[in-house]
């Protein structure tokens, strides 16, 4: 089945500590993006990227950093810098292509990673 | 930002009734789009409804879109049980650039 796997759904952050959140798509989308979603809350966009090798920040990326160095994969790192993690944390794809302009496709997205303040 | 805001925040009916949502933005726009999202899961994508298009439907869905007015609605008829969940409506600027602004969501809730 085609989709979109984050990993891992429960994450626990240290004071001072840097941690990796997984995104892993295999529905072949250029697109990728992560959004953060506090309770009763929208999404909002942290970081995204149109194609492998490029990413652009999204409205909150202080404090976040990602790579896509493969198209499937797409790595979220919250940094020490970022005081208030706590949050869900969502993954999503599309099927844009770079070169299109307009891409009217929808999102695809994971199920999300909690992330927790020890 | 928040491009999208929904009316109601919150909207409780009995099972077998209609649900209707309102989402209103501030730019033109490429596209709306509305996703559920069930408690502590991903989203969900129902229905994309193009700037030229006025109304699309989809099973038991509705969507409406008054680009004039700046504002969308989403109708759910005979509701059931399985529709609890928050939705959510998300533009897509026409500047091309794909990303899509979400909105702060309506909390559904079906009384069987």
């Known amino acids: 089945d085609g989709g979109i796997t984050q990993s891992p759904k429960y994450l626990f952050r240290k004071e001072g500590q840097n941690v990796t959140l997984s995104c892993e798509q295999n529905?072949?989308?250029?697109?990728m993006y992560w959004y953060r979603q506090d309770p009763g809350q929208g999404l909002r966009l942290i970081y995204y990227s149109q194609i492998v090798n490029d990413f652009q920040k999204g409205d909150i990326a202080e404090g976040y950093s990602v790579s896509r160095e493969k198209k499937e994969s797409f790595p979220l790192t919250v940094t020490s810098a970022q005081k208030n993690p706590t949050a869900f944390y969502l993954c999503?794809?599309?099927?844009?292509?770079?070169?299109?302009?307009?891409?009217?496709?929808?999102?695809?997205f994971g199920d999300g990673t909690r992330l927790s303040i020890l | 930002s928040q491009q999208g805001e929904e009316d109601p925040q919150a909207l409780s009916i009995q099972e077998g009734e209609n649900a209707t949502m309102n989402c209103s933005y501030k730019t033109s726009i490429n596209n709306l789009q509305w996703y559920r999202q069930n408690s502590g899961r991903g989203l969900v994508h129902l229905i994309l409804?193009?700037?030229?298009?006025r109304e699309k439907h989809s099973g038991r869905l509705r969507v409406t879109l008054d680009t004039s007015k700046k504002s969308s609605s989403l109708l759910i008829t005979a509701s059931r049980a399985a529709d609890t969940a928050s939705y959510f409506c998300?533009?897509?600027?026409?500047?091309?650039?794909?990303?899509?602004?979400f909105g702060t969501g309506t909390r559904l809730t079906i009384i069987p």
């Open positions: 409804i193009r700037s030229n298009e």
């Open positions: 999503a794809s599309s099927g844009s292509s770079y070169s299109s302009f307009y891409s009217n496709q929808p999102q695809h």
């Open positions: 998300a533009t897509e600027p026409n500047f091309g650039n794909e990303k899509l602004t």
């Open positions: 529905l072949n989308h250029d697109a």
